[in-house]
């Protein structure tokens, strides 16, 4: 797998240096230096290929990471691992930057020989780390006996201790949609789908068994017998929805989702993604924007109008809206009527529309007259596409819904669930 890993600092100075295999020499971090932090113009690509030696390299702060392979590493897993360094190093020094490493670099040294066995990942889990690589600048959990080491360190359940105890027990979900919108300047939608993760913040004692059901078309067709009438809900979705491409947190039993579609784990203590997903069918655009631009020789003509789809009873947050004007537009005369106030920024060759807050069914506009300034060589005007961005809580592009959430523990304790929705814009983007 892995022949070498090493951290560079912004200079190409070799902070730490760790060989793990012998075909691999310590001048291949001078052969990193040269060829990639100090090449002219930068290197693009994270894979430096260097003869028979590959080299992937990630940027954080004002360091390099830096793994060394000599066989045919599988790339995917390289940059995991390298990632999930990072968060080990965030982790235990709050922040993973030069002076940290160097601060720390014997309690560096030791996770790495932790973490990787002859260039082959082991356990990266930071709560079981810390229980047995017990440094003086590492805050311990306290002192733990050898067969418990062994078991977080090799058993099945790596992301989780046995001795966790709440006083009063909470599970926090929160549903964060992305929705990615593409409208051709003729009204045609050409690109609309939403990429969704839940995040759990899991405060439960114990070794909790967490059920979780979701409105998922498969699921409720099963159980229903036939498909099931698109209805409104009070999240603006369908009470079925179609979604696809789902990854899983390690915790989740996949075996089980195979079968009956069930998301049943045990959770990690504090924050985790619990899973991502994708929804392609029947997306619930949360904004209708309808443009009109017009050229008409040295002033262009703007009216936008934009409508909120969902409920009355909720109401968007922080939106800020891009409107494009051509390069040479020299005066703005904007207008609005309705919420928000607009300033045309030329140095972004656009007019920033803010909307600090718009209700549910409720319409804004925008007007504006952009004077031109005249051209020696007068080019077309590329029109790029009208930008939003913007929350929505307690709504679901896709309309998926949590159906329930059970929690199971030995003591028998109840458990208090709270569950938010919130839609955000990814690309949502109109053209003109």
């Known amino acids: 797998m892995l022949s070498a890993v090493f951290i560079y600092n912004q200079k190409g100075e070799v902070l730490i240096s760790r060989l793990y295999r012998h075909?691999?020499?310590?001048?291949?971090?001078?052969?990193?230096?040269v060829h990639v932090i100090s090449a002219v113009g930068g290197v693009r690509s994270p894979i430096t290929t260097l003869g028979s030696t590959s080299?992937?390299?990630?940027?954080?702060?004002?360091?390099?990471?830096?793994a060394v392979a000599r066989h045919n590493a599988n790339a995917a897993l390289v940059f995991e691992f390298l990632y999930r360094l990072l968060g080990l190093g965030v982790s235990y020094f709050?922040?993973?930057?030069?002076?940290?490493?160097?601060?720390?670099?014997?309690?560096?040294?030791?996770?790495?020989?932790?973490?990787?066995?002859?260039?082959?990942?082991?356990?990266?889990?930071?709560?079981?780390?810390k229980l047995y690589v017990t440094t003086e600048s590492v805050r311990s959990q306290g002192p733990v006996e050898p067969p418990q080491i062994t078991m977080q360190a090799t058993g099945a359940m790596t992301w989780r201790r046995q001795d966790i105890f709440y006083k009063k027990n909470e599970a926090f979900v929160d549903v964060i949609e992305s929705v990615n919108l593409l409208v051709s300047a003729k009204g045609t939608v050409l690109r609309a789908d939403v990429q969704g993760q839940?995040?759990?913040?899991s405060f439960l004692s114990g070794m909790p068994e967490c059920k979780f059901g979701l409105n998922d078309k498969l699921v409720l067709d099963q159980h229903?017998?036939?498909?099931l009438p698109s209805k409104p809900s009070v999240a603006g979705g369908s009470a079925a929805v179609d979604i696809a491409d789902c990854q899983f947190h390690?915790?989740?039993?996949?075996?089980?989702?195979?079968?009956?579609?069930?998301?049943?784990?045990?959770?990690?203590d504090g924050e985790f993604e619990l899973m991502r997903y994708r929804a392609t069918d029947s997306v619930n655009l949360p904004f209708k924007v309808l443009p009109v631009v017009r050229e008409r020789g040295r002033i262009v003509e703007y009216e936008v109008l934009i409508k909120?789809?969902?409920?009355?009873?909720?109401?968007?947050?922080?939106?800020l809206v891009t409107v494009p004007t051509p390069p040479n537009a020299t005066k703005c005369h904007i207008k609005v009527a309705g919420p928000g106030k607009a300033k045309y920024h030329p140095e972004q060759n656009a007019m920033v529309w803010r909307i600090s807050r718009l209700q549910g069914q409720q319409e804004t506009s925008l007007t504006a007259v952009v004077d031109l300034a005249a051209m020696s060589k007068p080019a077309p005007w590329s029109r790029p596409p009208i930008s939003l961005d913007f929350q929505v809580l307690m709504f679901t592009a896709s309309g998926l819904l949590v159906r329930f959430l059970k929690v199971f523990e030995k003591s028998n304790y109840q458990s208090v669930k709270w569950v938010r929705y919130m839609t955000k814009a990814g690309s949502y983007q109109i053209r003109i």
């Not at 990630?58 to 990471?65: A, H, K, P, Q």
């Not at 839940?198 to 913040?201: G, L, Y």
């Not at 409920?311 to 939106?319: P, Q, R």
Request: proline share 3%.
């Open 198 to 201: 839940i995040v759990m913040r």
């Open 250 to 268: 390690q915790c989740v039993r996949l075996g089980r989702f195979d079968v009956d579609r069930t998301i049943s784990f045990v959770p990690p």
């Open 224 to 227: 229903a017998g036939s498909s």
């Open 55 to 66: 080299f992937f390299h990630i940027r954080y702060d004002n360091l390099w990471l830096c």
């Open 308 to 319: 909120a789809n969902f409920s009355g009873k909720l109401s968007a947050t922080n939106m």
């Open 23 to 33: 075909d691999v020499k310590r001048s291949a971090a001078d052969v990193f230096r």
């Open 94 to 129: 709050g922040r993973f930057d030069e002076q940290a490493v160097k601060n720390n670099f014997v309690l560096v040294y030791e996770l790495l020989d932790e973490v990787l066995d002859f260039g082959y990942p082991q356990n990266i889990e930071v709560d079981t780390l």
